[in-house]
């Protein structure tokens, strides 16, 4: 079973990326999906999550407003498309699934990495000028 993320570049303050996390041999519709992000020297954060069974999103307050979570169930991927970068953007992304939090009724714990056991490999992104 393998998670992959994608889409990472380079880009300037102001413009957007959109990264893609592509699942094999799981249906991502059976799992909530959780994009992380590791900056250099800092610790990993969560970003955003999308929870297959009731459709809850919520993203951190850093992001809000300017990243958006979204998934194509046809295509077995889950999006993050984000706008406005500025360069405390700038980290290694993740996507991961988690099975015990697209069960769970109750929303306090989505970023918390442990609850998230498949990740995918990252995918660099960094914003300069």
């Known amino acids: 079973v393998q998670l992959q993320a994608s889409g990472g570049g380079f880009v300037q303050p102001g413009g957007s990326l959109r990264l893609s996390c592509t699942a094999s041999?799981?249906?991502?519709?059976?799992?909530?999906i959780g994009w992380f992000r590791r900056a250099p020297g800092k610790k990993r954060e969560g970003v955003a999550y999308?929870?297959?069974?009731?459709?809850?999103?919520d993203y951190t307050d850093r992001v809000k407003g300017r990243y958006t979570i979204s998934k194509d169930s046809a295509k077995n991927t889950v999006y993050l498309q984000m706008n406005s970068l500025n360069l405390e953007d700038t980290g290694i992304y993740y996507c991961?699934?988690?099975?015990?939090?697209?069960?769970?009724?109750?929303?306090?714990?989505?970023?918390?990495?442990?609850?998230?056991?498949?990740w995918g490999k990252g995918t660099l992104v960094t914003v300069s000028s």
């Open positions: 999308i929870n297959s069974r009731d459709g809850s999103i």
């Open positions: 991961a699934t988690s099975e015990i939090l697209y069960y769970s009724p109750i929303r306090t714990q989505d970023f918390t990495p442990d609850l998230y056991d498949r």
């Open positions: 041999e799981i249906h991502l519709d059976s799992y909530q």
